[in-house]
């Protein structure tokens, strides 16, 4: 079983930035296909950014593109979530979301939330 943790979330000013952090246990995370989503109260979990294991690949939801940016460092098991430009409409709790190792990475199934292993959240505030 994977465990996946989230950091680094808080209260920032709109137009401000943040980065999160989650840290997986999973000893085959080199080869792991990673996402981040969010939930905001009252609505559905939504995707924001995925990226493939080798990194290669990434994928945004239209309203991050360009102040967005996700990244990994596979000799910390760690995926990161560079929030720039921040917008009181990015409040929510984010999640981190992880594929089984070797498991393929597409934009359907990223958006359709089709992971299999998923962190506690961090909250992100943005005031205005």
């Known amino acids: 079983q994977v465990q996946l943790v989230e950091s680094g979330g808080g209260l920032v000013q709109s137009g401000g930035s943040l980065r999160i952090s989650c840290v997986s246990s999973g000893r085959t995370f080199s080869t792991t296909s990673m996402g981040w989503f969010r939930q905001a109260p009252g609505k559905e979990r939504e995707f924001v950014a995925a990226l493939t294991w080798s990194g290669n690949t990434t994928y945004y939801r239209t309203s991050v593109k360009g102040r967005f940016t996700i990244s990994r460092d596979n000799s910390k098991n760690t995926v990161y979530l560079q929030m720039n430009s921040l917008k009181p409409e990015d409040t929510a709790v984010y999640y981190c979301?992880?594929?089984?190792?070797?498991?393929?990475?597409?934009?359907?199934?990223?958006?359709?939330?089709?992971?299999?292993?998923w962190g506690q959240g961090t909250q992100v505030t943005v005031s205005s």
């Open positions: 979301a992880a594929k089984k190792a070797g498991w393929g990475l597409t934009w359907e199934t990223s958006r359709q939330g089709s992971f299999h292993y």
